[in-house]
């Protein structure tokens, strides 16, 4: 069982930063992959970014060069920096464990997050 406490979250100008954090439970996380994902109101969970347990990154085309994915194993925590934020990445961002064989699909992750809400106004 591995529990997520997403944080960092909040309201933020278009063009402004912030850094969500991730924490987990369990004694094995530096052996997971990792991943964020977003859902906006009325719309389906999307992927955002992973990260291995190699350290190896993967983004969306829509964040990429502006969101930065990274992970400290000392402190069981997988974070996600967010700058140049734009409106439409206004969500409720999510953390989860990665167990199948894409990076992509929400359905190859387990153990989700409660999320914390990002908006971005513009």
Excluded at 16 to 31: E, V
Aim: net charge neutral; aromatic share 14%.
């Amino acid at each position: 069982q591995v529990q997520l406490v997403e944080s960092g979250g909040g309201l933020v100008q278009a063009g402004g930063s912030l850094r969500l954090s991730c924490a987990a439970s369990g004694r094995t996380f530096s052996s997971y992959a990792m991943g964020w994902f977003r859902q906006a109101p009325g719309k389906e969970r999307e992927f955002v970014a992973a990260i291995s347990s190699g350290r190896s990154t993967y983004y969306a085309d829509s964040v990429k060069g502006r969101f930065t994915i990274s992970r400290d194993n000392a402190k069981n925590t997988v974070y996600l920096q967010m700058n140049s934020l734009k409106p439409e990445d206004t969500a409720v961002y999510y953390c989860a464990v990665h167990w199948g064989a894409s990076y992509y699909a929400d359905y190859d992750y387990d153990y989700w997050g409660q999320g914390t809400q990002v908006t971005v106004s513009s």
